[in-house]
Nanobody, 123 residues
């Protein structure tokens, strides 16, 4: 199983970035895909998730600014990030799991993790 995240970088506050995560080694369309992030000195936190049905879930801190989407034909999940703030600076991880509703926002809901991509927002 591999989850390869990309698209991170340095951006000014108010700018946008699009993260991608390409998956392999499992049946992508059967899995919930999620994005988590970890800022320096903080615990990893939930950002967004998308079910195979395309139902989406967001952390309150990113709702209205971030959009998660998936392309099952390309085994890829995306995170479109707009109106970025300095507080969004973190390493962003994609994850895959067979989450149920009660665990979709927690680490326990995911079996596979990518290596992370760094997003730095300058103010």
């Amino acid at each position: 199983v591999q989850l390869q995240a990309s698209g991170g970088g340095l951006v000014q506050a108010g700018g946008s970035l699009r993260l991608s995560c390409v998956a392999s080694g499992f049946t992508f369309s059967n899995y919930v895909m999620g994005w988590f992030r970890q800022a320096p000195g903080k615990e990893r936190e939930f950002v967004a998730a998308i079910r195979w049905s395309s139902t989406t879930y967001y952390a309150d801190s990113v709702k209205g600014r971030f959009t998660i989407s998936r392309d099952n034909a390309l085994n890829t999940v995306y995170l479109e990030m707009n109106s970025l703030e300095s507080e969004d600076t973190a390493v962003y991880y994609c994850a895959a799991g067979r989450s149920i509703v009660s665990t979709i926002r927690t680490h326990q809901g995911y079996n596979y993790w990518g290596q992370g991509t760094l997003v730095t927002v300058s103010s």
